[in-house]
T-cell receptor
Framework: GAVVSQHPSWVICKSGTSVKIECRSL??????MFWYRQFPKQSLMLMAT?????????EQGVEKDKFLINHASLTLSTLTVTSAHPEDSSFYIC?????????????FGQGTRLTVV | AQSVTQLGSHVSVSEGALVLLRCNYS??????LFWYVQYPNQGLQLLLK??????LVKGINGFEAEFKKSETSFHLTKPSAHMSDAAEYFC?????????FGTGTRLTIIP
């Protein structure tokens, strides 16, 4: 089956530093990857959609300069939280789709818990 | 506007009892619909999906859901709850080519 791996699973960083989160599709090529943010006891909010080799499409209200997304290959997308602040602390989840903008199934990573102190 | 509503942020059922988690969508065109389960500090796992084929969809772990166009619903059911079913469940229609997640329902199983 399709496996998506996120790394790291948790990270603690100091305020003002940058943190990179990786999302890899291990056994399939992901034309499109999605990044979500989930606050405690809340639903997933789509942050951006990234297509391999092109700029990510950000949802309204998401700062593209703060949340840098790179999708350099068909198996890897990265999310970099720049100049992190405590309010950026959250659970970040990626998902990958095998074909098109959204095939009939997206496969999710295990998530990354970011804590900014 | 297109949206999704999950009635009941918390549902508690006894072990062995019927599980019913509700999901209603709002869309001019019936969308593809998905149910996901999330265990604490983990990503999402697909339970089942509706893609305009059979209206009664069977998923993993004994779950199933029925698409009812007239009611714009896609409720998730399981005949007999197991302790391992305790988790957060999300309904997510595919709207404008994006998964739109409901607010989630936390399922608690009472021994």
């Amino acid at each position: 089956g399709a496996v998506v791996s996120q790394h790291p699973s948790w990270v603690i960083c100091k305020s003002g530093t940058s943190v990179k989160i990786e999302c890899r599709s291990l056994d399939f090529q992901a034309t499109t990857m999605f990044w979500y943010r989930q606050f405690p006891k809340q639903s997933l909010m789509l942050m951006a959609t990234s297509n391999e080799g092109s700029k990510a499409t950000y949802e309204q209200g998401v700062e593209k300069d703060k949340f840098l997304i790179n999708h350099a290959s068909l198996t890897l997308s990265t999310l970099t939280v720049t100049s992190a602040h405590p309010e950026d602390s959250s659970f970040y989840i990626c998902s990958a789709s095998k074909g098109g903008v959204m095939n009939t199934e997206a496969f999710f990573g295990q998530g990354t818990r970011l804590t900014v102190v | 506007a297109q949206s999704v509503t999950q009635l009941g942020s918390h549902v508690s059922v006894s072990e062995g009892a019927l599980v019913l988690l509700r999901c209603n969508y709002s869309s001019s065109v019936p969308p593809y619909l998905f149910w996901y389960v999330q265990y604490p500090n983990q990503g999402l796992q697909l339970l089942l999906k509706y893609t305009s084929a059979a209206t009664l969809v069977k998923g993993i772990n004994g779950f199933e859901a029925e698409f009812k166009k007239s009611e714009t619903s896609f409720h998730l059911t399981k005949p007999s709850a197991h302790m391992s079913d305790a988790a957060e469940y999300f309904c997510a229609p595919l709207l404008n080519e994006k998964l739109t997640f409901g607010t989630g329902t936390r399922l608690t199983i009472i021994p």
